[in-house]
């Protein structure tokens, strides 16, 4: 069985257009096993509940934006361990770096493309088989 299929992902933007770009990708690339949220408190709640291997998360969001909700999961010890991607329209260095301060495991610039998106992936988490 591939390892794709034991992946767990969510996607976080309150954009239903961004989640659904996102879960094409991550279905071109095999992974079928996505849950999606529409802002950042959203996925707090659901990660709560059932933690995921991989977020994405998009930055720009009402309630909790990005990098809020990364600092949430990583105070909170079931989801300390998840790997953490923000999508983001503007690689802002220095909300890169801010980020890397709670523990950002990769970002992904849009517009990105299906090989785009399992190389940040695959940076975070080895080659997808």
């Given at each position: 069985m591939p390892y794709t299929q034991h992946l767990k992902v969510m996607v976080v933007d309150d954009t239903s257009v961004s989640r659904m770009l996102l879960v094409d990708g991550l279905n071109?690339?095999?992974?079928?096993?996505?849950?999606l949220a529409a802002d950042g408190e959203q996925a707090l709640q659901l990660m709560m509940a059932g933690p995921c291997h991989i977020v994405f998360s998009d930055?720009?969001?009402?309630?909790?934006?990005?990098?809020?909700?990364?600092?949430?999961?990583?105070?909170?010890?079931?989801t300390r361990q998840c790997c953490f991607i923000l999508v983001t329209g503007k690689g802002d260095r220095a909300m890169i770096e801010e980020g890397k301060k709670y523990g950002l495991n990769n970002f992904l610039a849009k517009p990105f493309t299906t090989a785009t998106l399992k190389a940040a992936i695959e940076a975070v988490v080895g080659k997808l088989v």
């Open positions: 071109e690339i095999g992974i079928k096993n996505t849950v930055m720009n969001m009402p309630k909790l934006n990005g990098l809020q909700l990364l600092k949430a999961l990583r105070e909170y010890a079931p």
